[in-house]
């Protein structure tokens, strides 16, 4: 059997183990939260290192893209430090395939009218491939990227200034304490309501479903007849939102049991079904197409 194991710097309260098969293989998915503390972040993977088929990166990104651009986390580096044996992934590669089909898929099957909608995209650089897909739409998108992660009181309204910020930022932040961009730990549990006008503005709210949480109104019914496309997403989760009304929940990974897990611990049965050889952009489509993966679809 083969075993993915994602070790995340959030909440051990988010942990699970389950069981699937996979193109016949059948595999053990596990999440190993460690409540923000990075020594035993690093000691997970090491003790981990030569007997998982793929290990994940879970509540940390090792990059994030703009542009055809990788820009390495500087904290994602010193986690890893010492693991050698096991290939490692952080979900990027899915996040610029399996999330820009997912937009795609809701458009031609006319489950989401994103040309007739206004969406908010919580962090643009965080999914760049969701974000380039919600572009091709034409619909109006505003990217949250300043707010939800610097708690900075500026909206971006246009593709072209998203880009642009990124390529002039994204080498300075991904030199800072991840903390300070992503909530870690116990942080990944609060929800402080912020940012409201925005969260009222859109029909759509997209993105990291961590971030989407972190300042959602918390008033019954305040995101009443929105659809919100995100993924690693509980039983708990999905409750929330529909006391707060939301009409439609996509999540761009399938759903085991209760929960949809996150795009690095499916990244990482990828690799593994690749025999640990790390994929490209069509490889990723190509495992894609034989998995036959489509978004899930719920209404609240």
């Known amino acids: 059997m083969k075993q993915v194991v994602s070790v ?31 020594a035993r972040y690093n000691a997970l993977l090491r003790e981990w ?4 088929d793929a290990l994940c990166l879970g509540g940390i990104d090792r990059y994030v893209w703009s542009d055809g651009k990788r820009y390495e986390f500087r904290d994602a580096k010193r986690l890893i430090a010492g693991v050698t044996r096991t290939p490692i992934v952080d979900g990027s590669g899915l996040k610029n395939t399996l999330e820009r089909e997912t937009i795609r898929h809701l458009a031609a099957q006319k489950t989401v009218d994103f040309a007739a909608s206004k969406t908010l995209m919580v962090c643009g650089v965080d999914r760049f491939g969701m974000s380039e897909a919600l572009v091709e739409q034409g619909g109006a998108v505003t990217f949250g990227d300043f707010m939800f992660s610097l708690e900075v009181p500026i909206a971006i309204r246009n593709w072209k200034a998203h880009r642009f910020a990124a390529k002039l930022l994204l080498p300075v932040l991904t030199q800072l304490p991840f903390k300070l961009l992503y909530p870690t730990g116990a942080a990944q549990t609060k929800t402080t309501p ?3 006008d925005w969260y009222e503005w859109a029909d759509i709210i997209a ?10 109104p918390d008033a019954d019914n305040s995101l009443a007849g929105k659809t919100v496309i995100t993924n690693t997403t509980t039983s708990g989760d999905r409750a929330e939102l529909k006391r707060r009304g939301v009409r439609l929940l996509v999540t761009s990974t399938p759903r085991f049991n209760s929960r949809s897990p996150g795009t690095n611990v499916m990244e990482g049965v990828f690799v593994a079904l690749n025999n640990g050889e790390p994929l490209d952009e069509p490889g990723y489509r190509e495992m894609l197409s034989r998995l036959q993966w489509m978004p899930t679809v719920e209404a609240l």
């Not at 993105?207 to 959602?216: A, N, P, S, Y």
């Open 8 to 38: 995340s710097l959030g909440s051990s309260t988010r942990d699970f183990a389950e069981e699937a098969t996979f193109l016949g293989e059948a595999f053990t998915l596990r999440r190993v939260g460690t409540d923000g503390d990075y």
């Open 49 to 52: 290192d030569g007997k998982a």
């Open 194 to 196: 912020k940012w409201g």
């Open 207 to 216: 993105g990291d479903f961590l971030l989407i949480r972190r300042f959602l």
